[in-house]
C-alpha cells in the first residue's frame, strides 16, 4: 500500500494563478482532509470530507475549494493564488484509529 | 472540540525517558485522546491514542487519569531520532475525526 500520495511535491505559482493539488489513498478510508501548516506553527484544517460526496470546510476556507471525486481522491484547488498562502499543504485520511497523513505539498506564491 | 496545552519544548539525553504532559480541561465523554509525531519536511504520523487508564504499544505509553482532564505521553530510552515536535489532540474518533492541531511539543534529544 502506498498510503496517502500528494503531487506535486513543489509548486511556485505568481500572485492570481490557480493550481490544483491532488491527493489519493488506497486503504479505503472513509474521510479525508486537507492541512496547512505554516512555519513553526501546527497544521490547521482547511476542508475536510466524512464521505464521498460530502465536503464541508474547516478552520481557514476561504481561497480555497475542494472536490471529493471518489472514495480515493480528495482535490484541493487555489482558483487566485496569494502571497498569504505559501505553505506546506498535507493530505490525510481517515479510519476509526487516528489520521494517516500524506508527505506534503511545499507551496511557495510570489 | 477541546483545547489542549502542553509545553512548548523540552530537552532530553539520549537514553533517558520522557514523558510529556497535556491538559484538557474541556474534554467531553466521546473525546479520546491521540498523540501525533511530526519530524521536518514530514506530515504527521499518528504515535499512540487512548480513552482513560493507560495504553501501551511498541513505541509509547499513554497514562491518563481518572478525570481525563489531563494525559502524559511517555518515550522510553529516547535515541536522537525522536527529535520531533509531538502533537496532543483530542475529538470524537470511530471513521471520521475533525481535530485541531495546536502548535505541539518540540522534543530535542541530546547525545
Known amino acids: 500500500n502506498a498510503g496517502v500520495t500528494q503531487t506535486p511535491k513543489f509548486q511556485v505559482l505568481k500572485t492570481g494563478q490557480s493550481m490544483t493539488l491532488q491527493c489519493a489513498q488506497d486503504m479505503n478510508h472513509n474521510s479525508m482532509y486537507w492541512y496547512r501548516q505554516d512555519p513553526g506553527m501546527g497544521l490547521r484544517l482547511i476542508y475536510y470530507s466524512a464521505s464521498e460526496g460530502t465536503t464541508d470546510k474547516g478552520e481557514v476556507p476561504n481561497g480555497y475549494n475542494v472536490s471529493r471525486l471518489n472514495k480515493r481522491e480528495f482535490s484541493l484547488r487555489l482558483e487566485s493564488a496569494a502571497p498569504s498562502q505559501t505553505s506546506v499543504y498535507f493530505c490525510?485520511?481517515?479510519?476509526?484509529?487516528?489520521?494517516?497523513f500524506g508527505p506534503g505539498t511545499r507551496l511557495t506564491v510570489l | 472540540l477541546a483545547k489542549t496545552t502542553q509545553p512548548i519544548s523540552m530537552d532530553s539525553y539520549e537514553g533517558q525517558e520522557v514523558n510529556i504532559t497535556c491538559s484538557h480541561n474541556?474534554?467531553?465523554?466521546?473525546?479520546?485522546i491521540t498523540w501525533y509525531q511530526q519530524f521536518p519536511s514530514q506530515g504527521p504520523r499518528f504515535i499512540i491514542q487512548?480513552?482513560?487508564t493507560k495504553v501501551t504499544n511498541e513505541v509509547a505509553s499513554l497514562f491518563i487519569p481518572a478525570d481525563r482532564k489531563s494525559s502524559t505521553l511517555s518515550l522510553p530510552r529516547v535515541s536522537l531520532s525522536d527529535t520531533a515536535v509531538y502533537y496532543c489532540?483530542?475529538?470524537?474518533?470511530?471513521?471520521?475525526?475533525?481535530?485541531?492541531f495546536g502548535a505541539g511539543t518540540r522534543l530535542a534529544v541530546h547525545p
Open positions: 490525510a485520511s481517515s479510519a476509526d484509529r487516528g489520521q494517516y
Open positions: 487512548g480513552y482513560k
Open positions: 489532540l483530542v475529538g470524537e474518533t470511530g471513521g471520521y475525526n475533525k481535530l485541531i
Open positions: 474541556n474534554i467531553a465523554t466521546n473525546d479520546y
